[in-house]
């Protein structure tokens, strides 16, 4: 039997493998700078020497953005100088700054604030450019920083005096206890002082007596030196005398 079967042949497909494609990178306009004003430094001086850095840091942020504060050192002694230097980050609080504190009292004492040529010169230019321009928010901002300022000062202030007045009693009790213990040790030492007292006085006596003595001697031997003197002067004006006499006779 003689039938047509039909026959298969197998054909593996065709499998390609994927290419690693990289994905195409634009090129990345050139990025914008935004150009940043540098830091206006404010000099503060005549800052009392008991006012701690991180209160002053906390005056000079209440007028804006502080960049940077550092206080001159001594560097000697290591003690901070009654001046240092604030950067400010812009024109406002720097004038916010030179406005304000100069009108805190610390401890009774007004601080002094100075800028040089050229940065008086970018806070004036600022001052002019929004001259007119929202006055009424500036005063606000100005009063709100005043306010603040005063407040950490009363604060460091009263913890000053608390401090002073702990420090006072501390002293006070130490005191005491040395004056009780001198007075223990007075009344220990009464009676062991109570007899050295004669024979002190007894060595005193003789240490004078003993200086009169000696005095008397040094008069005793000027005397004797004087006269030793003055016997040789009249001896040798004998001699003189006899040799002039012979010479006369021959």
């Known amino acids: 039997m003689n039938q047509n079967i039909p026959t298969y042949s197998y054909q593996p497909p065709n499998i390609t493998r994927p290419i690693n494609l990289v994905p195409m990178q634009r090129p990345r306009p050139n990025a914008v700078v935004v150009p940043q004003n540098p830091p206006i430094t404010v000099y503060i001086g005549k800052i009392p020497p008991a006012l701690d850095d991180d209160v002053l840091l906390?005056?000079?942020?209440?007028?804006?953005?502080?960049?940077?504060?550092?206080?001159?050192?001594?560097?000697?002694?290591?003690?901070?100088?009654?001046?240092?230097?604030?950067?400010?980050?812009?024109?406002?609080?720097?004038?916010?700054?030179?406005?304000?504190?100069?009108?805190?009292?610390?401890?009774?004492?007004?601080m002094c604030v100075q800028v040089d040529k050229k940065n008086e010169e970018l806070i004036q230019s600022y001052s002019n450019n929004n001259q007119g321009i929202d006055n009424k928010s500036k005063n606000v901002k100005d009063e709100r920083a005043y306010q603040q300022m005063n407040v950490l000062i009363r604060e460091w202030e009263s913890k000053t005096k608390s401090e002073q007045i702990l420090i006072k009693q501390q002293i006070e009790k130490k005191n005491e206890k040395k004056s009780i213990n001198s007075k223990e040790k007075s009344r220990s030492n009464s009676t062991s002082i109570h007899e050295h007292k004669s024979s002190h006085s007894r060595r005193s006596y003789d240490r004078k007596e003993y200086e009169e003595k000696e005095k008397e001697k040094e008069k005793q031997r000027r005397k004797y030196e004087s006269k030793l003197r003055n016997w040789e002067k009249r001896e040798y004006e004998k001699e003189k005398s006899l040799e002039h006499t012979e010479r006369s006779r021959n």
């Open 58 to 110: 906390a005056i000079c942020r209440c007028c804006g953005h502080v960049v940077n504060w550092r206080r001159v050192v001594d560097p000697i002694t290591g003690n901070h100088k009654q001046f240092g230097y604030c950067d400010f980050g812009n024109a406002e609080s720097a004038q916010r700054g030179l406005s304000l504190i100069p009108k805190c009292f610390v401890n009774g004492i007004n």
